[in-house]
């Protein structure tokens, strides 16, 4: 009903006729009032904005319709305050605000709006209070404080710039955004919201302190000149009831980085030799609803060295040579290629580099959430019950698209690969010395390995013809050169 009057208006109609219209939308508004109910509340009120109806016109339609009284200017007063009774009575907060909002009909009683926040009609309390005016707001974000709804409390304080009246709301809004970002490991976006005021930089400091991350609590003090705060080895003496898994445990040699063609073939054919490999990616955090970030690092674990290869800046200056080495790697049905939810991760690359056929398609993926099916704590709960011990994840949500990455983002994206391989063979070893045979483990292990992508043929084929190019990269590069 609402959308015809709406295209009726949109008409060009001429304006006789629309003050016609507005009429007897009055007369429709006062019947369905008066009478029995034969439109839906909302429907009434959102008529009365459509075609601008006020007071002076259901005056106008009460008085043609005989309705006599002494005091002619409170008739239409009356007989919306009946209206509006009869919508609280049936719990239409919402509406019954909006009627007084758009008649300009000030209901200044506190009561309203303690009864509207006892009823947890929040919405219709807050629309209420913003055409009030800054005192009847005051009193709500007071409300709100009682009941300890601090977060309603907080976006009222800084949706109508009320942090002067509320300064200790506005902080313990500020800190427990803060807290929510510091537990998601967006530490990044935390330091951005927080860099203005340094009271809420030495919070984020005690944060990080509490998470462990040492590293964050010198970074921070450093560059904001933070005095009072113990350094990172107090810090870490002081945490060592917190232990996590470190790269050095895994026996792990070297982290190389990958962000050359000859550094990439020369990985490519170390891979080649293995049987089993982790792979893991990482991409800048989206901070903003809708954005995509392209996935900017992958993580090759090997027995002994985790390569890091650069895809940004590879599939920008080398895209072929990337494509084809990867082919090489990811559509091997000679390697065993392990992964924690790595399926998404092969989506976000699908994504993210939509012209390159190395992702789409794989075989000999075991997805080691798969295997294990465990719902809770992600990888570094699974390392946890496996290893006895987990993974910091505190620099999850680190810019990876900053160069050169820091030492413990490279350490920290290289054991996300690396432990995979660790955790394979502790179970497979593990399940070997029990009484089940080894070819019923075999097969256990085997059920879940799957493959995936287009066709393999054609996308071999391309591979090949682009691997002869590549081999007078390899031939013109001699010792010694960059």
């Known amino acids: 009903m609402i959308a015809s009057l709406r295209r009726l208006l949109k008409t060009g109609t001429r304006q006789e006729d629309l003050q016609e219209a507005k009429l007897l939308a009055s007369k429709l508004f006062v019947i369905a009032v008066r009478g029995a109910k034969i439109h839906d509340d909302r429907i009434l009120v959102k008529m009365l904005e459509l075609f601008g109806i006020r007071l002076a016109d259901i005056n106008e339609v009460l008085f043609h319709l005989d309705i006599k009284n002494d005091s002619f200017e409170d008739i239409a007063k009356a007989f919306i305050d009946r209206f509006i009774s009869k919508l609280l009575e049936s719990q239409s907060y919402v509406t019954a605000v909006t009627l007084l909002e758009h008649l300009s009909i000030r209901h200044s009683e506190e009561s ?210 990337l494509d084809s080495c990867l082919i090489r790697i990811f559509h091997s049905p000679r390697i065993l290629k392990l992964g924690y939810n790595f399926q998404c991760d092969m989506k976000q690359l699908a994504q993210s580099y939509e012209d390159f056929d190395c992702f789409k398609h794989f075989e000999m993926l075991l997805d080691i959430q798969n295997v294990f099916k465990e719902p809770r704590g992600g990888l570094s709960g699974l390392t946890k019950e496996v290893l006895g011990v987990g993974l910091n994840k505190t620099r999850r949500n680190t810019n990876w698209e900053e160069r050169p990455l820091t030492r413990n983002q490279l350490e920290y994206a290289a054991l996300d690969a690396a432990v995979l391989i660790r955790i394979f063979w502790h179970v497979r070893n593990q399940s070997q010395s029990t009484s089940v045979s080894n070819e019923n483990t075999q097969m256990e292990w085997k059920s879940h390995i799957i493959s995936h992508g287009g066709d393999p043929a054609k996308i071999k084929k391309k591979a090949k013809n682009v691997k002869v190019c590549n081999a007078g990269i390899r031939e013109s590069h001699k010792p010694g050169q960059s």
């Open 112 to 321: 309203f709006l303690h009864e509207m926040l006892e009823k947890q009609e929040y919405r219709a309390a807050e629309k209420w209070a913003a055409f009030m005016g800054k005192p009847m707001l005051c009193a709500l974000i007071r409300g709100y404080v009682d009941r300890k709804l601090l977060k309603q409390a907080y976006e009222l304080v800084k949706k109508n710039n009320l942090r002067e009246e509320f300064p200790e709301v506005y902080q313990m809004g500020k800190e427990s955004t803060l807290k929510k970002l510091a537990e998601k490991g967006c530490w990044d976006i935390a330091e951005t919201r927080a860099k203005s005021d340094r009271q809420l930089l030495e919070y984020l400091v005690y944060l990080a302190m509490e998470a462990g991350y040492s590293e964050k609590v010198d970074e921070l003090c450093d560059r904001y000149s933070l005095t009072g705060f113990i350094k990172s080895k107090e810090t870490e003496a002081s945490l060592q009831h917190i232990r996590y898994l470190h790269l050095d445990e895994l026996a792990i040699d070297d982290i190389i980085w990958v962000d050359e063609p000859i550094s990439l073939h020369e990985a490519t054919n170390h891979v080649e030799g293995c049987k089993v490999i982790g792979l893991d990616c990482e991409w800048k955090p989206n901070y903003e609803k809708g954005s995509r970030n392209k996935v900017s690092i992958m993580q090759i674990a090997t027995e002994n060295m985790v390569f890091v290869i650069d895809l940004i800046k590879l599939s920008n200056e080398a895209p072929a040579v």
